[in-house]
């Protein structure tokens, strides 16, 4: 036991030291995600004031500031509230056998570095896309996933406006991605990772873009747009799943993309009751009960 608890106060400690460090650029630039989430942000949001596609939202567009707290929340407040406990699990896990190699379906280690790259980046995504439909499928997920799509106006700080529960979920499926390729994560993942909150911010941006002919491997702001409708297909929990690539959902018929007008309305039925205030929406989705069949 002292061995774990041990575990849960280096990683604990290691995280804030490190996000501190982050933010007095005391790590390479390469891995500062606190500013580069900064520059990314400014970047993406100057481009949405310049060439707004919905030119009648506000600059500071509804909800702009509680969208700007969650995206620190959950990128460095949680990530550093739940450290400890990742480590435990990691630990755990190795005591009883459980390693990444156990998992491996290839080991990645002798490829180019731009094929290893672009591998971890498809499988990661792939897993974010499967686990994004679960939050769909399933109610029970769905009640923390209503988080993200209470947005009414889209902009880019929605990208990590998202119930902190959505992290205990997305991570061990994305570990089990990186677990398949033994434990494999390439030296310039954090080429991935940039790119991915800089595509993620662009799909939730005021902008409309859709990458032309890419369309149909890239995700982009229309196709997401429609993620967030009010109005779904009938018969359909979402459409359009996808992260950074909306390859996947071409490919499984989850593609849904009518119009690009950019006016519909976003949001979902019942959104009323949901909590306005983050503290509010920090402890939803706990007492959910399934209805009973009659």
Same mark, same amino acid.
């Given at each position: 036991?002292?061995?774990?608890?041990?575990?849960?106060?280096?990683?604990?400690?290691?995280?804030?030291?490190?996000?501190?460090?982050?933010?007095?650029?005391?790590?390479?630039?390469?891995?500062?995600?606190?500013?580069?989430?900064?520059?990314?942000?400014?970047?993406?949001?100057?481009?949405?004031?310049?060439?707004?596609?919905?030119?009648?939202?506000?600059?500071?567009?509804?909800?702009?500031?509680?969208?700007?707290?969650?995206?620190?929340?959950?990128?460095?407040?949680?990530?550093?509230?739940?450290?400890?406990?990742?480590?435990?699990?990691?630990?755990?896990?190795?005591?009883?056998?459980?390693?990444?190699? +156990? &998992?491996? %379906?290839? $080991?990645?280690?002798?490829?180019?570095?731009? @094929?290893?790259?672009?591998?971890?980046? /498809?499988?990661?995504?792939?897993?974010?896309?499967?686990?994004?439909?679960?939050?769909?499928?399933?109610?029970?997920?769905?009640?923390?996933?209503?988080?993200?799509?209470?947005?009414?106006?889209?902009?880019?700080?929605?990208?990590?406006?998202?119930?902190?529960?959505?992290?205990?979920?997305?991570?061990?499926?994305?570990?089990?991605?990186?677990?398949?390729?033994?434990?494999?994560?390439?030296?310039?993942?954090?080429?991935?990772?940039?790119?991915?909150?800089?595509?993620?911010?662009?799909?939730?941006?005021?902008?409309?873009?859709?990458?032309?002919?890419?369309?149909?491997?890239?995700?982009?702001?229309?196709?997401?747009?429609?993620?967030?409708?009010?109005?779904?297909?009938k018969g359909r929990s979402g459409?359009?799943?996808?992260? +950074? &690539?909306? %390859?996947? $959902?071409?490919?499984?018929?989850?593609?849904? @993309?009518?119009?690009?007008?950019?006016? /519909?309305?976003?949001?979902?039925?019942?959104?009323?009751?949901?909590?306005?205030?983050?503290?509010?929406?920090?402890?939803?989705?706990?007492?959910?009960?399934p209805r009973k069949k009659l």
């Open positions: 036991m002292e061995k774990y608890l041990d575990a849960f106060v280096s990683a604990f400690n290691g995280t804030i030291q490190w996000t501190w460090k982050s933010i007095i650029f005391e790590v390479p630039w390469y891995t500062n995600y606190f500013w580069g989430l900064i520059a990314i942000s400014l970047f993406v949001w100057v481009l949405e004031i310049i060439f707004p596609w919905r030119k009648e939202q506000s600059i500071f567009r509804k909800d702009f500031w509680l969208d700007a707290f969650y995206m620190f929340f959950n990128f460095f407040l949680f990530a550093i509230a739940i450290s400890g406990v990742y480590r435990v699990l990691q630990l755990f896990f190795s005591d009883i056998g459980v390693s990444a190699k +156990s &998992l491996a %379906l290839v $080991d990645p280690s002798g490829w180019p570095s731009w @094929v290893q790259l672009l591998v971890f980046f /498809i499988v990661l995504d792939f897993v974010q896309w499967f686990t994004h439909i679960l939050l769909h499928k399933y109610p029970v997920l769905w009640q923390y996933h209503k988080i993200h799509h209470s947005v009414k106006e889209m902009g880019f700080a929605a990208h990590l406006r998202y119930h902190w529960m959505e992290n205990i979920l997305y991570k061990p499926l994305k570990t089990f991605g990186v677990m398949i390729l033994g434990g494999f994560e390439p030296e310039q993942a954090y080429i991935v990772h940039f790119i991915a909150i800089a595509i993620g911010h662009f799909n939730h941006a005021n902008i409309k873009i859709t990458w032309g002919p890419l369309k149909y491997v890239l995700n982009n702001p229309v196709m997401h747009l429609y993620h967030h409708a009010y109005v779904l297909p459409v359009n799943f996808g992260i +950074s &690539l909306s %390859l996947w $959902d071409y490919l499984f018929k989850t593609a849904y @993309v009518p119009e690009a007008s950019g006016t /519909i309305e976003i949001g979902y039925p019942g959104e009323e009751n949901l909590p306005k205030t983050f503290l509010g929406q920090l402890v939803h989705g706990f007492g959910y009960r």
